[in-house]
């Protein structure tokens, strides 16, 4: 059967497609190499002969039989026309016959254009024939020069985009609530996804990398100077004072025990115990008063000192050398610190955990800003002309910048990919998708010579009988 002898066509087409390497081996299914042993792009399998192909094929041979039917109904009705004018019927056989052998002559002319497309007409090698087959890989490459020239000019897509109004329509759609959703969707998807992907342990290291090389390049000491002056300046470290004076005097009040028992174990061993016990007693009673003077008097003389005291330390930590390499050796001390390194390093992963629950919260904060934020970018662009011209001289910029810089590789796909084909499967292949079509030049080339030939044949009647 035909769909048998295709079959085994194909199948042995496919087994003669090998590489051999070096050790005389193939590997079945392969390209044959091309010129100068490169091995050859594409093939049978990303230009393959399918089932629909020869479903087509198979309309094509319906439509190559009506038109060779349609010859050689024409033959023998010149024939028959022939044969009446030669038994002396006159009149009409004449117009038949010219009509008929000049259907003839246009039928032949057709099917001999149609076939030197995809083989030699008769097996004969007339020059020009077979085209197809023969001068595919020219054919790839100017199909590539082709749409290199007019399709991928600077001008010509920078036309085009300008000519589409992507602006204003980008902006009227992303304008759309359920449309700023979708986009809302996506960016989410694709954040997880990024996030997904990235190993922790690359992330962390270049993390804590970035934030000890950043730590280390910059001096602290001027910056939290002026810090510190800034918050004595405003009060702000009043509060803390509060703090720690309250939780001084609770503690005392907790270990007064602790502490007339720490100033009788100083003292000389010469001395009474009881005198011991009364010197300890008087300094905790002095001490707590003392604190507890602190705090609650917020003009107390100490609280005074430790204000002189702190804006002392933020104008040395901004003018004074000595107090500045201090603090910078105790930075770098702290950041040297595997326990810092640790916590720097884990940061990531709590930031990674953070925005992944937020991205997968429709409801999250950073979901529903990512929506209005785009929502507000389209309202813009659809309004704003000055702002649609900047998007699309982005666009433009870039589109004309990739098409002309990587011409050359755009194009050469093209005709490297059309060289890589079988020029028989290829010829086939093309076959299948447009011979119908030509079949229907065979077709109306019959028809329209024989139309001609009658015209002709009446005119010369007329003029000379």
């Keep these: 059967m035909r769909s048998g002898g295709l079959g085994l066509c194909v199948r042995g087409r496919v087994e003669r497609m090998e590489r051999i390497d070096g050790t005389g081996r193939t590997e079945p299914g392969a390209l044959p190499p091309g010129p100068g042993g490169r091995a050859r792009p594409g093939g049978l399998a990303s230009f393959a002969y399918t089932a629909a192909d ?10 190559k039989t009506t038109a060779t039917g349609l010859l050689l109904l024409v033959a023998l009705v010149y024939v028959l026309a022939t044969w009446a004018k030669n038994e002396g019927v006159s009149g009409w056989p004449g117009f038949v016959a010219a009509a008929a052998e000049a259907g003839m002559v246009g039928a032949l002319a057709d099917w001999f254009a149609v076939t030197a497309l995809f083989k030699r007409p008769l097996g004969l090698p007339i020059p020009h024939t077979a085209i197809i087959p023969t001068k595919k890989d020219q054919l790839g490459a100017s199909l590539g020069s082709f749409v290199g020239e007019n399709f991928l000019s600077g001008d010509v897509v920078r ?37 997904t992907v990235l190993r922790d342990a690359d992330v962390q290291a270049v993390v804590g990398e970035a934030i000890t090389r950043r730590a280390n390049a910059a001096e602290v000491g001027p910056g939290l100077g002026r810090m510190l002056e800034k918050v004595v300046a405003d009060g702000g470290h009043r509060k803390l004072v509060d703090l720690v004076c309250a939780r001084a005097h609770d503690w005392l009040v907790l270990h007064g025990d602790s502490v007339m028992d720490a100033v009788q174990g100083g003292a000389p061993g010469w001395t009474p115990r009881f005198v011991d016990k009364r010197v300890g007693e008087r300094v905790y009673k ?69 925005v992944i629950a937020a991205a997968e919260d429709e409801q999250s904060e950073l979901r ?3 929506r209005a934020s785009l929502m507000s970018l389209g309202a813009r662009l659809a309004t704003d002309d000055r702002l649609q011209g900047k998007l699309e001289g982005w666009l433009e910029d870039a589109a004309a910048y990739v098409v002309t810089t990587y011409r050359a590789e755009i194009t050469s796909l093209i005709s490297d990919t059309v060289a890589g ?15 119908r079509d030509l079949q229907f030049i065979r077709i109306n080339g019959t028809v329209v010579g024989a139309l001609a030939g009658l015209a002709i044949h009446t005119v010369s009647w007329a003029l000379w009988g």
């Design 421 to 435: 084909w079988d020029a028989d499967q290829t010829s086939r292949k093309i076959e299948a998708h447009i011979g």
């Design 159 to 195: 036309d085009r985009i300008h000519s589409l109004g992507i602006g204003s329509r980008v902006g009227a759609w992303l304008a759309e609530p359920a449309h700023a959703d979708r986009v809302t969707a996506e960016l989410a998807t694709a954040l997880r996804g990024a996030l």
């Design 368 to 370: 529903l800003r990512a």
């Design 54 to 63: 020869e479903e087509k094929r198979r309309g094509v041979r319906r439509m």
């Design 286 to 354: 002095e001490l707590l008063r003392f604190v507890t003077e602190m705090r609650d008097m917020p003009g107390h003389p100490a609280r005074g000192s430790i204000d002189t005291f702190l804006a002392d330390f933020a104008a040395d930590l901004q003018t004074d050398s000595e107090t500045r390499d201090r603090v910078e050796r105790l930075k770098s001390e702290i950041l040297g610190r595997g326990e810092v390194q640790d916590v720097i390093a884990s940061a990531w992963a709590a930031v990674r955990a953070m």
